[in-house]
Each structure stands twice: as structure tokens, then as C-alpha cells.
């Protein structure tokens, strides 16, 4: 086994591997692009910057939308987008008051519960998105307020409080610091590791990639592309509901409107990360890093005493502008496909 | 149970299809087609553009099924439930004519997909895939150069390398029936005969094949037996003992002017 493995590395066999450049190009750019503008905050705000107040303040608000980052860049990955997280993130947290504040039931039959919603609504966008081949951008829009509907309806329009006193388990798991670092960030430290995991250890992972890259090539060689699409779509579905639950427990109380705003910074994350737009590439620590960016930025413009509306024109820039350079170096990829060098 | 494995004959055939017939829509690529692959046999596969060449191997390695009617059977065994992730853990392995790699993956992705090694905790075996592929790119594929190395993107290939990855994938999972749909379109002289070369080596190995090419003067001298497609339809069959190159080429003619095998008298 070395020995024919020694063979292979003397036997004319120098080939190199592509630069580090090359493979990880963009996501030295977005660390770079991140340490630029944290010290551009430092300048503007310097008082702020250093102390370490604000980065607490990211640790625990950026995994609000960051966890179903990590998972929206599975369906990205696949060529899809979901827009209907955010009213995922509101129905399944809306179930789990109904089942433990109306219903009486314990924190963990919540929780299952939860769960299962997030499965449901991931099976309906997956089923008509790869099923019915029906474009996800323009479908998830309607589930989106099929299911903002449905929870306001429900709930009949109103919010539940989830104090300490009622549901201690959730705020230890899901509030309280945990050796003084906040436990969202030790929530999305874990969800990476297993995500990371899942798109690069497993078979489904594989098949993301395929499937996103060429979906009949993917399925000449007998990979079930639909069965991939479904799975990534019930992943963004359960991870969104986690962001639910984490983001309400975080605020004490369950407002019929959780998830509004959270849309812009997850997709932000993902294609600032470097995930393409077209499918094929991606990664899920691009997107952690991102993420941690884009909730720096909120923070910092805020802080740096910068009207607050510029947040908006800032994530819009983000986006625009990660998926300009993303199309440019996929031509350049596709000019040099033709070519062949 | 079947016809074809009549008792005391040799051994049924490997692959073969019995009244397939295939519509999109309104139009019919296959009509009744019977056709069939014997054990250790080189069976190629003419005819023009669009006379039903492609459908017939997507119908074989399970992406299309047969309209109803058509019958699959694989060693003289009816298959009801036939796709491609079927097909290929029975050994049956294709070289598509549009090569079905994924360009912005690097080469080991390519070369193991669909079919990816996992280690004993059922996570991907990332390192055994990069070292198989290196050895493979080496060893089958004759690459020499510095250029290529198993975490290239795919992209990045020229044709030739690129088919070279599409047969040695199909050459790494010892296919006990390997289709080569046009393997030699848009190679090089010396990598035409390269692919040649493979053909007739998995005969020598006990293997069977379906080989589909334009070119006739590729096919002719590698194959045991031909199938001429024309519209759809068997238009003939012949075992290459039987007919002369120039023979067929003349028969080719013929069946494009009118549709019949036939040579008028």
C-alpha cells in the first residue's frame, strides 16, 4: 500500500496541487474583507471597538440568523434559494407555545413538535421545488406567507411570554452563558461542526454539490437529485426553527412577527461567504465567517453613530456586490472551460 | 421463465431489451426495439443522428423506462424496477457522449460520483478517494504532466483529459457491461486509439460492451456484433464474421435513402 503509494508519487506523477489561492481564494477574501472592516470600526469607533462588550453583543445576536445561514447554504449549494425561513422560524415557535403555554404540555413535547414543523415546511418547499420543478425563488415567496398566515392565524395575532420562570430548561439551554461565552455561539460553533460534517463527510454533502453543479449529469450517474433538494430544503426548515426558539427565548417573548428582518442577513451571509449563486461551490465556514461580519456591521454602524438606516443600504451593497464578483468568476471558469486551460 | 434462457443453451445474454419503445411527447424515439448483449461480446450501435441511439442506452442504464410493453431483462432475469443507481450496482457503466461530469468539481469528485467511498463510521473516505484517483490519472489515464492532480476542477481539462476521466470512471467500478456512447467525438488521433485500445481490452477481460460511434471505421474492426438504428427501429443486425466493411457501408446508404436494410436484387 506505501509502497505502490510511493510509486504513484515517484513515478512520474509530480502534478501539484492548485495554489492555496485558488482553492481557498474567497474565503481569505471575505477574512480579509471582515478584518478591513472591523478596523475601520475601531477607527470610527474606537471606544466601542475595544471594548469587549460589543463582541459579547455579536456572540449572542449573530447565530440568530447565522445557524439557518449555515443551513440556507445547502439549498444554495443545490442551485435553489428559500425565502420562507423567516416564517418558519415564527410557525414553529408559534407551535411550540401552543403545545407548552396553551396546551400544558412539557418543554421537550414542544420541542418535538417544533421540530417536526420545521420537517413539514421543509417537505412542502422541497416537494414543490424539486418535485414539481417549480423555480424556488418565485415558490418560497408563497410559502412564505402561507406560512407567516397560518401562524398568525393560530396564534389569532398575539405574542406569548417565555420567562425563566416557566421554561427554565430552554433558558439554560438556549440563553444562559455557559462558562461566560454565550451559548448562541457555542450553538452555531456546534451546528457548524456538523453541518461542516454533513456537506463534506457524507454522501448527501456530495450530492449537494453535484446536483448544484450539473443536476443531469448528477443523475446519469444515479444520483437521486429530487431526494437532495428535499433533504437541503428540511435542513434550512428545523435549523430555522431553532432560530426561532433561540431568538424568542433570547427576547423572554414570542412576537407573531419573529423572523421579519432576519431575511436580508442570512442571505447576506451566504453569498458574502462565497457561496454561489449558480450552484456547485460553497461553504459553510465562509458562511460562519460572514455571518460574524454582517452582524459586525449592524453593530458597527449603529455604534460608529451612523443613522441606522444605512444597515439596509449596507447588507443590499453586500449582496450586490458578492453576486457581481461570483457571476464575474464564473465566466472567467467558463472561458477557461472552453479553452481548456 | 424466459425464452432467452432456453436450458442447455450457453449462458443468457448479459443486457437485453424486448419491444422497447420510447415517447416524448409526440415523438417516438424507439419503436419496438429488441435488442440484446451477450456475454463477453462487443456490440455496436450505428445509425444517423436522432435514429434512437442515446434513448437506447438511457433506457438500458435506467434513466428513461420503457413505454409500457417493453421488457428489461438482465441475465435472462425480468427487471421490473430498473434505474440508474440499479443499473450501476448490477455493473453496468456508461461513458456519456456529453461525458455527465460535474466541471467545477475537483477530478475525485468526478470520478467517484454517485458511488463515493465511505470509511467503517459511514463518513466519505476523502483521502482513499484522492489517493485511487491519483493512481487512476496515473496508471489508466497516462497523465504525466504537472497540470493535473486530483483536487483540479474539471474545468480546467481539455476535452481529451476530460473523457479520459469519464472512461476511467467507468473502467474504476469493473462494469461487467461498459456502454461508450460516441467515446471518440472531439478526441485526437492518438487518444481515438487510446479509446479503441480500452474497448477491446474489456473484452479481454471477460467483460461485455455497447459501442456507439458516427465513425464507422472506428466501430467495424473492434465489434462482434452490429445493430444498424434508423428512425427509431431496428433497421439490421449483423455479426461482423458476415459482412465486409465495404459491404456495410454500402448497406448504410441504403437505409438512409430508404429506411430498409435490404439491398434491392
Known amino acids: 500500500m506505501t509502497e505502490e503509494a510511493a510509486a504513484v508519487r515517484t513515478g512520474g506523477h509530480k502534478a501539484a496541487p492548485p495554489s492555496l489561492l485558488t482553492r481557498y481564494g474567497s474565503q481569505m477574501g471575505i477574512v480579509g474583507v471582515g478584518f478591513a472592516m472591523w478596523l475601520a470600526f475601531v477607527i470610527a469607533a474606537p471606544r466601542v471597538f475595544t471594548d469587549v462588550d460589543i463582541y459579547l453583543a455579536f456572540a449572542e445576536t449573530t447565530p440568530l440568523f447565522g445557524i439557518v445561514a449555515l443551513s ?210 460553497g461553504s459553510v465556514i465562509g458562511t460562519f465567517v460572514a455571518a460574524f461580519i454582517i452582524g459586525a456591521i449592524n453593530a458597527g454602524i449603529v455604534s460608529a453613530g451612523v443613522n441606522a438606516f444605512y444597515t439596509q443600504l449596507a447588507f443590499g451593497l453586500v449582496i450586490v456586490v458578492s453576486v457581481v464578483l461570483q457571476t464575474l468568476i464564473d465566466r472567467r471558469i467558463r472561458r477557461q472551460s472552453l479553452t481548456g486551460k | 421463465m424466459t425464452q432467452s434462457a432456453s436450458p442447455g443453451a450457453e449462458a443468457p445474454p448479459v443486457m437485453e431489451l424486448r419491444n422497447v419503445s420510447k415517447t416524448f411527447g409526440e415523438v417516438r424515439s424507439l419503436a419496438g426495439v429488441d435488442f440484446q448483449v451477450n456475454p463477453r461480446e462487443i456490440v455496436g450501435l450505428l445509425g444517423d443522428n436522432g435514429a434512437g441511439k442515446s434513448t437506447l442506452i438511457k433506457v438500458v442504464m435506467g434513466f428513461y423506462s420503457p413505454d409500457s410493453g417493453g421488457e428489461i431483462y438482465f441475465h435472462g432475469m425480468r427487471v421490473h424496477d430498473w434505474s440508474v443507481a440499479r443499473a450501476r450496482s448490477l455493473g453496468i457503466e456508461t461513458v456519456y457522449q456529453e461525458r455527465a461530469l460535474c466541471e467545477k468539481q475537483p477530478i475525485w469528485r468526478n470520478m467517484f460520483m454517485g458511488r463515493e467511498l465511505r470509511n467503517r463510521f459511514g463518513l466519505l473516505d476523502v483521502a482513499a478517494m484522492r489517493n485511487e484517483c491519483s493512481r487512476l490519472m496515473s496508471e489508466h489515464m497516462g497523465f504525466t504532466s504537472a497540470a493535473v492532480h486530483p483536487d483540479n476542477v474539471v474545468a480546467t481539462m481539455s476535452g481529451g483529459e476530460k473523457q479520459g476521466v469519464a472512461i476511467t470512471r467507468a473502467l474504476h467500478f469493473e462494469a461487467e457491461l461498459v456502454i461508450l456512447d460516441e467515446p471518440t467525438m472531439g478526441l485526437s488521433l492518438s487518444e481515438t486509439k487510446k479509446t479503441l485500445d480500452f474497448v477491446r481490452s474489456i473484452k479481454a477481460a471477460g467483460k461485455s460492451a455497447i459501442f456507439i460511434d458516427h465513425n464507422i471505421f472506428n466501430i467495424y474492426p473492434v465489434v462482434d456484433r452490429l445493430y444498424v438504428l434508423d428512425r427509431g427501429k431496428v433497421a439490421g443486425v449483423f455479426n461482423r464474421a458476415d459482412i465486409t466493411m465495404d459491404q456495410l457501408i454500402e448497406r448504410l446508404y441504403h437505409v438512409a435513402r430508404t429506411g430498409s436494410m435490404e439491398l434491392p436484387s
Open chain 1, 72 to 281: 440556507l447554504t445547502f439549498v444554495v449549494i443545490t442551485g435553489e434559494i428559500d425565502l420562507s425561513f423567516p416564517s418558519v422560524m415564527a410557525l414553529g415557535t408559534a407551535i411550540f407555545c401552543l403545545v407548552t403555554y396553551y396546551g400544558g404540555a412539557p418543554w421537550w413535547l414542544g420541542l418535538i413538535a417544533a421540530g417536526l414543523t420545521g420537517v413539514a415546511c421543509g417537505l412542502l418547499n422541497g416537494f414543490l421545488v424539486a418535485s414539481l420543478n417549480i423555480p424556488s425563488l418565485v415558490i418560497t415567496i408563497g410559502t412564505q406567507f402561507l406560512f407567516r398566515g397560518l401562524e398568525l392565524v393560530l396564534m389569532n395575532g398575539t405574542g406569548v411570554p417565555l420567562l425563566v420562570d416557566k421554561y427554565p430548561q430552554m433558558h439554560t439551554l438556549l440563553r444562559e452563558p455557559l462558562f461566560g461565552v454565550p451559548v448562541q455561539t457555542l450553538w452555531m460553533i456546534g451546528i457548524l461542526i456538523v453541518e461542516w460534517l454533513l456537506l463534506n463527510r457524507t454522501r448527501f454533502g456530495a450530492h449537494v454539490f453535484l446536483v448544484g453543479d450539473n443536476q443531469t449529469s448528477a443523475r446519469l450517474m444515479g444520483v437521486n437529485a429530487g431526494r437532495v433538494k428535499i433533504k437541503a430544503f428540511v435542513l434550512v426548515g428545523v435549523t430555522a426553527v431553532f432560530c426561532g426558539l433561540l431568538s424568542s427565548i433570547y427576547g423572554y417573548y414570542f412576537w407573531p412577527s419573529t423572523g421579519d428582518g432576519s431575511l436580508l442577513n442570512t442571505i447576506a451571509s451566504v453569498f458574502l461567504g462565497g457561496t454561489s449563486v449558480f450552484g456547485g461551490t
